[in-house]
T-cell receptor, first 112, second 113 residues
Framework: KNQVEQSPQSLIILEGKNCTLQ??????????LRWYKQDTGRGPVSLTI?????NTKSNGRYTATLDADTKQSSLHITASQLSDSASYIC???????????FGAGTQVVVTP | SQTIHQWPATLVQPVGSPLSLECTVE??????LYWYRQAAGRGLQLLFY??????ISSEVPQNLSASRPQDRQFILSSKKLLLSDSGFYLC????????????FGQGTRLTVV
């Protein structure tokens, strides 16, 4: 069973609209949680990182939240653009040396 | 600045042929190195990770092997490819600290025919 579950699996949104992606994890111990953006056929690129003491982090139009008590995170995309079309992957680092657990990703399609 | 190079970008190989994918990292020393495979519509699956030269840990049993002949070089190999080895392979590196971030290469699309 995957220790990092993401929802929805995919979503389609209109350009300019907002959307929120969810990530629930059972990974333990917990070091940090990252959201990555992966364009089709490319390697993932980090958007945000949060440790257990941080409950929100922004990167431009991307805002991530973390509730370490309930082990839930979300990624909010504001005023979506066509270039936001990609897979968004939630990644939890389990310890300080850098072992990662990956979610399956949410495929976002932004349409004009 | 640090960069990671992975090649080739795409590869089509017949069943039973050997495989060698190479990954190199520049601008850092003693990184953790990783090989991941991503099947269509699935998350990244960790295949191998290495914390130093000659130190390889395998996460899942498979038809593949990995080697780290130099500090910043990581190689994924197979003696005989299977159809099930097709997929998107990603190399990544990270430093050993509590805010460790994985930096990914551009990936190799492997098709076994």
């Amino acid at each position: 069973k995957n220790q990092v579950e993401q929802s929805p699996q995919s979503l389609i949104i209109l350009e300019g609209k907002n959307c929120t992606l969810q990530c629930n994890y059972t990974v333990s111990p917990f070091s940090n949680l990252r959201w990555y953006k992966q364009d089709t056929g490319r390697g993932p690129v980090s958007l945000t990182i949060m440790t257990f003491s941080e409950n929100t982090k922004s990167n431009g139009r991307y805002t991530a939240t973390l509730d370490a008590d309930t082990k839930q995170s979300s990624l909010h995309i504001t005023a979506s653009q066509l270039s936001d079309s990609a897979s968004y992957i939630c990644v939890v680092a389990t310890d300080s040396w850098g072992k990662f657990q990956f979610g399956a990703g949410t495929q976002v399609v932004v349409t004009p | 600045s640090q960069t990671i190079h992975q090649w080739p970008a795409t590869l089509v190989q017949p069943v039973g042929s050997p495989l060698s994918l190479e990954c190199t990292v520049e601008g850092t020393s003693n990184p953790n190195l990783y090989w991941y495979r991503q099947a269509a519509g699935r998350g990244l699956q960790l295949l191998f990770y290495s914390v130093g030269i000659g130190q390889i840990s395998s996460e899942v049993p498979q038809n593949l092997s990995a080697s780290r002949p130099q500090d910043r070089q990581f190689i994924l190999s197979s003696k005989k490819l299977l159809l099930s080895d097709s997929g998107f392979y990603l190399c990544a590196w990270s430093m050993v600290n509590w805010r460790a971030e994985a930096f990914f290469g551009q990936g190799t699309r492997l098709t076994v025919v």
